[in-house]
C-alpha cells in the first residue's frame, strides 16, 4: 500500500470553534496552552491567523501554527547601511510565532509540511513584507528551523530569518 | 580576567510609599540590594510585555546582519529548493 501524501491525510484550515483544542499534545506545555486558551481569541481580534492541520479521517487537530504581521525596529543601524534601507527604520516582516506538532503525529514531516504551508501561503501575498521571521518558543525548539537553513541573529537565538527574496527563490 | 560588566543607565521613578517600604523589608530579608531587585522585577514584567506583544527588538548587530540580509539576500540552499519540491509534491498542488 502506497503511504498517502500528507495533503490528502490533512486539511490545513483557519482555527475555528468547532475544532477540538482541548486534546492537543506537543511536549511543549506553553504551545499547548496557547491553542487551548489562546489562540481563538487572537484570530477573533485579528492579532494572528490560526492555522490547524486536521486529520482528515478523525477531524483531530494534528498540529498549527500562527501568522502575524511585525514591524522589526531597524534604529541602530550605522548611517551608511540604514540610507540603502527603503523604509527605515523599520522593516515590514510576518512573524510565524508559534508552530507545533501533537505528539500522535510526530515523525511525520508534518512540521515541515506546516512551514512549507506558511511559506506558500505568505509568499504571493500582495502586501508589502521583506522579512520572515520565526520564533522558537524556547532552545530547544532551535534545532527544527535550522534544518531549514533559516539565518540566525547574533544575540537573540530565539528569533531567526529568510528574507522573501530566498524564499521565493526556493519555489523558483 | 576581567569580566566586562553591562553598560548601565539612571532610571528615576517615584514610587508609592507602601511599594518602598516593601522594597526596603524584601531587600533586607533577601539580603541584597534594593537595585538587585528592582532590576529583576522590571527585568522580568518588560521582558514578558514584549513578548506579549510579539514587539520584534533586535540589538544593533542582529539588525545590522538583517539590513545586509535583505541587501544582498542570499539564494536558496539546495536544501531548501528540494524541501519546496518535497510540499509541493505532498500538497498536490
Avoid at chain 2, 541584597?32 to 521582558?47: F, H, L, M, N, V
Wanted: overall charge positive.
Amino acid at each position: 500500500m502506497t503511504r498517502k501524501k500528507l495533503g490528502e491525510r490533512y486539511r490545513i484550515e483557519p482555527l475555528t470553534r468547532k475544532h477540538n483544542r482541548k486534546d492537543f499534545r506537543c511536549g511543549v506545555p506553553a504551545l499547548d496552552l496557547y491553542l487551548q486558551k489562546q489562540a481563538l481569541q487572537d484570530s477573533r481580534k485579528n492579532v494572528a491567523t490560526v492555522f490547524v492541520a486536521v486529520d482528515a479521517a478523525t477531524d483531530a487537530v494534528h498540529g498549527f501554527y500562527t501568522l502575524s504581521t511585525a514591524g522589526i525596529a531597524m534604529d541602530r543601524l550605522p548611517a551608511s547601511l540604514a540610507r540603502k534601507l527603503p523604509r527605515y527604520p523599520s522593516l515590514p516582516a510576518i512573524l510565524l510565532g508559534r508552530l507545533a506538532v501533537h505528539t500522535d503525529a510526530q515523525g511525520q514531516k508534518l512540521g515541515s509540511y506546516l512551514l512549507y504551508d506558511a511559506f506558500a501561503r505568505v509568499l504571493p501575498l500582495d502586501i508589502g513584507w521583506a522579512i520572515f521571521l520565526v520564533n522558537a518558543k524556547d532552545e530547544s525548539l532551535v534545532p527544527f528551523y535550522q534544518q531549514f537553513d533559516f539565518q540566525s541573529f547574533e544575540d537573540d537565538h530565539l528569533h531567526l530569518f529568510l528574507t522573501r527574496h530566498t524564499m521565493a527563490d526556493m519555489f523558483s | 580576567m576581567s569580566v566586562a560588566s553591562p553598560e548601565m543607565k539612571r532610571l528615576e521613578a517615584r514610587i508609592p510609599a507602601r511599594i518602598k517600604e516593601q522594597l526596603e523589608q524584601a531587600a533586607s530579608l533577601a539580603g541584597r540590594s534594593q537595585t538587585d531587585i528592582i532590576i529583576e522585577a522590571i527585568g522580568g514584567k518588560a521582558q514578558q510585555i514584549i513578548r506579549e506583544h510579539e514587539a520584534i527588538v533586535l540589538g544593533r548587530k542582529d539588525q545590522i546582519k538583517l539590513a545586509k540580509a535583505l541587501l544582498n539576500p542570499p539564494k536558496a540552499t539546495a536544501n531548501q529548493k528540494r524541501r519546496a519540491k518535497w510540499y509541493l509534491e505532498e500538497s498536490g498542488s
